[in-house]
């Protein structure tokens, strides 16, 4: 594409972007689609381009300000992820001259100068939980680009097979995830989607902190498992492989679209032991009748999502206050309504993707209240240690799974696990 109309639709895609309407990821891939002319080159260059300005975008908008044109443009035009002779042949001398200086202003010499390019509200939040200077770090941190990381299929290939394969298709050498067993993790691009390793379901994309919870949860063959939030499956296929798909796995989720890709992804994992459901709430008659029968269940609870900043920058300005603080009474009902299904001695596990406490500990915190003794709090360092996770203790020291971006490398992920004692009843009022 010509850099001209290359430039003009980095600035038509920003400003759909920053509507803010829709998620990013969503937006950039309904554009994309509109644009069938565009070259790989080019959808990497306005995909780049989005993302550069989203992880900083409040010292982008200051350094734009005063810019010629729209705002949206000189936000193209600073951020450019592109190639720099494209902009030499768009831009005048008076452009290149403004972009010069306002590449090179310093944005602690404003007023207003801020520590970080997050939303107040957000960073102090974080402040308020690990202190003024690990906030910078975990600042700093989700204002990065992720790696590439992939959940090697337990129940087709071992990590060192599929690394080995991975690397004889791509040539790039992939390195073992530090903490999950099965994971392994790529720096550079990679186009999985021709890889056979991918298409036979010997590997799959999953943040390596995902791949933490289903260790956590410790699913076993010939056990009955149920994934209560399953979404789009990543974790419904990490469970399924621990159990080398023997026993039945429950897939729960009430909508029918974040379920729709699921029995593609199960054919390519081998897994024929999964059973997909749509919900229709705690009065569904299906899952009354598997109360106190099931041995493990997962609760990957709806959440802010905030521990995905990473890959989902746009998130943070599109989440307030008021919308985290929402969230929590549906997460307690999700949480008291999958408790009725674990049979007694079975376990539980509460996770999020979010770092805030008012989404996991308080959470937990509440259960533990309201469940009236039918439930024992797990450690889940000891769980992750015998899962042959790496420095279990510096994941769970407290017991319960704490994953931060700038301490661990990965998605921000919590999680909280119990057990039901023996002596509860096969019945809702245990909760």
């Not at 949860?217 to 498992?225: C, M, Q």
Request: with cysteine; glycine share 8%.
């Amino acid at each position: 594409m010509h850099p001209k109309a290359l430039l003009d639709a980095a600035e038509a895609l920003l400003r759909r972007v920053l509507a803010f309407e829709e998620p990013a990821d969503r937006v950039v891939f309904t554009f994309m689609r509109g644009h069938p002319s565009l070259g790989a080159r080019d959808r990497r260059t306005l995909t780049d381009t989005v993302y550069a300005v989203l992880r900083h975008l409040p010292t982008w908008r200051w350094r734009a300000a005063g810019g010629p044109g729209a705002v949206e443009r000189s936000l193209a035009v600073l951020a450019w992820q592109g190639r720099d002779d494209a902009l030499d042949v768009v831009l005048t001398n008076a452009e290149q001259a403004w972009r010069t200086r306002a590449l090179a202003a310093d944005p602690q010499d404003r007023d207003d100068a801020p520590r970080h390019d997050w939303p107040v509200w957000l960073v102090e939040r974080i402040t308020a939980q690990i202190g003024e200077a690990e906030a910078r770090a975990w600042c700093a941190a989700v204002a990065c680009p992720a790696p590439l990381d992939l959940r090697v299929n337990i129940a087709k290939a071992t990590r060192d097979e599929a690394r080995a394969r991975l690397a004889a298709e791509t040539g790039i050498e992939a390195a073992d995830t530090p903490y999950s067993p099965f994971g392994l993790r790529v720096q550079d691009r990679i186009d999985l989607q021709r890889t056979e390793a991918l298409r036979t379901g010997l590997i799959e994309v999953q943040d390596e902190g995902s791949q933490l919870l289903a260790l956590a949860l410790g699913a076993r063959r010939g056990e009955t498992v149920a994934d209560y939030c399953a979404g789009g499956g990543g974790k419904t296929l990490a469970i399924g492989a621990q159990m080398r798909g023997k026993g039945r796995l429950y897939a729960f989720d009430t909508s029918a679209a974040r379920l729709a890709a699921m029995p593609e992804r199960l054919a390519r994992a081998g897994l024929d032991h999964v059973v997909t459901m749509q919900t229709q709430g705690e009065g569904d008659v299906r899952l009354q009748r598997l109360h106190g029968k099931i041995d493990r269940v997962l609760v990957d609870a709806p959440c802010s999502g905030l521990g995905t900043l990473r890959r989902h920058p746009d998130l943070a300005w599109r989440q307030t206050s008021a919308a985290v603080q929402a969230f929590a009474p549906l997460q307690r009902d999700i949480l008291a309504a999958a408790s009725r299904l674990v049979k007694p001695g079975g376990r539980l596990v509460y996770a999020t993707c979010s770092p805030l406490v008012e989404e996991n500990e308080a959470i937990a915190a509440g259960f533990d209240a309201a469940q009236g003794g039918a439930y024992t709090r797990l450690d889940l360092g000891a769980t992750l240690a015998k899962a042959q996770a790496g420095s279990a203790a510096a994941l769970a020291g407290a017991g319960d799974l704490r994953l931060w971006t700038h301490r661990h490398g990965t998605d921000g992920f919590y999680a909280a696990a119990w057990q039901r004692n023996t002596a509860a009843k096969n019945d809702s009022s245990a909760v």
